[in-house]
């Protein structure tokens, strides 16, 4: 598979490999008592967030979660309520 994508380079073979790889991440669970701040230098799994702010995907959970998922739930909300209104908010 990875030959064909190499060999080709076209957009069908990497959407073939793409299809047929599994990615398997595992990490050691951190919490406020175990926090270990090595491991999060070393974290090679991020979460981009719509501000633009990269995040250690090892502090997401600990830190950031809830600020981002209030953020993301007020813009949810003022989008559904103005595509239900149209350009109108209502309150």
């Known amino acids: 598979m990875i030959k064909s994508v190499l060999r080709n380079g076209t957009h ?3 959407r073939e490999f793409h299809n047929k790889i599994l ?6 669970f951190q919490d406020p008592y175990n926090i270990d701040l090595e ?5 090679g799994i991020h979460y981009a967030t719509p501000d633009g702010r990269i995040i250690p995907f ?10 981002i998922e209030s953020t ?3 813009q949810t909300l003022d989008n559904t309520l103005l595509s ?8």
């Open 23 to 28: 990615f398997l991440g595992m990490m050691h």
């Open 39 to 43: 491991r999060v230098q070393r974290c």
């Open 72 to 74: 993301m739930m007020g």
């Open 84 to 91: 239900l209104t149209g350009d109108k908010m209502i309150l």
């Open 12 to 14: 069908e073979s990497l």
């Open 58 to 67: 090892c502090t997401y959970n600990m830190i950031y979660r809830q600020e």
